[in-house]
């Protein structure tokens, strides 16, 4: 068994990579998130990211990330492995994206960090089975409307939805799992939540070609 933090944004693929990491016999130790000093991610909002991890029973940390980008990352993960006697690092990664190499893995390996990623250039339809199979319910929280419609926003990933968004994945050739950045996810329950995650008083915004839940009320778990 291996100490390890998972780097978590709260969507179906850092889900999926913690359901592996367990299964594999690894000790998640955290879940961490790396940003800019006062991010707002509108795929990922941190309030819903720190009430999964609550959720979950597993310590949240938000690590600030600064220019130049290659130090900064590597002491963050160095500060990390001082401070969780960490061995690897677990990430959702499925493929390159823009054809660019995994930046994780790069930014671990001067520091002898192993680097897991369970879900790495795995066929998309194995990957949904997966994530459908396992029960985990993963809602849209941000589509680039050059690809899906914003009415997709807030859709769960069920089993009608999933086999709609494949076929048309296939029919237009953009990537089934979102991968090269077509769309994003939050999950509300899946394996090791205490209790579901609801959204209430979450609306559709938009910000350029991006359609988005925002929480206009406040989301929390349901007793």
């Known amino acids: 068994m291996s100490r390890v933090i998972v780097l978590w944004s709260g969507g179906k693929d850092a889900m999926q990579a913690l359901c592996h990491a367990r299964e594999q016999g690894h000790q998640v130790v955290a879940l961490i998130t790396f940003g800019p000093p006062n991010p707002r991610f509108l795929a990922h909002p941190l309030p819903l990211v720190r009430r999964q991890a609550e959720a979950l029973g597993l310590p949240h940390r938000l690590v600030t990330i600064t220019a130049p980008f290659e130090q900064s990352y590597e002491q963050a993960l160095a500060d990390l492995q001082r401070e969780w006697a960490i061995e690897g690092v677990v990430t959702g990664d499925i493929d390159r994206v823009n054809g660019a190499e995994n930046w994780i893995r790069a930014r671990c390996q001067p520091l002898g960090l192993a680097v897991h990623t369970p879900?790495?250039?795995k066929p998309r339809k194995a990957l949904l089975?997966?994530?459908h199979e396992r029960g985990i319910c993963a809602h849209l929280s941000c589509v680039d409307t050059r690809v899906l419609a914003p009415?997709?926003?807030?859709r769960v990933l069920d089993?009608?939805?999933l086999t709609e968004l494949q076929q048309l994945a296939a029919a237009q050739g953009f990537d089934a799992c979102g991968e090269q950045g077509e769309y994003h996810t939050m999950v509300t329950d899946g394996p090791?939540?205490?209790a579901p995650l609801a959204?209430?008083?979450w609306q559709i915004h938009r910000q350029d070609h991006l359609a988005y839940l925002a929480e206009d009320g406040a989301s929390h778990l349901v007793s």
């Open 129 to 131: 089975a997966d994530l």
């Open 159 to 161: 089993a009608a939805t």
């Open 199 to 201: 959204l209430d008083g």
């Open 192 to 194: 090791g939540f205490a």
């Open 151 to 154: 009415a997709w926003v807030g």
């Open 119 to 121: 879900l790495w250039q």
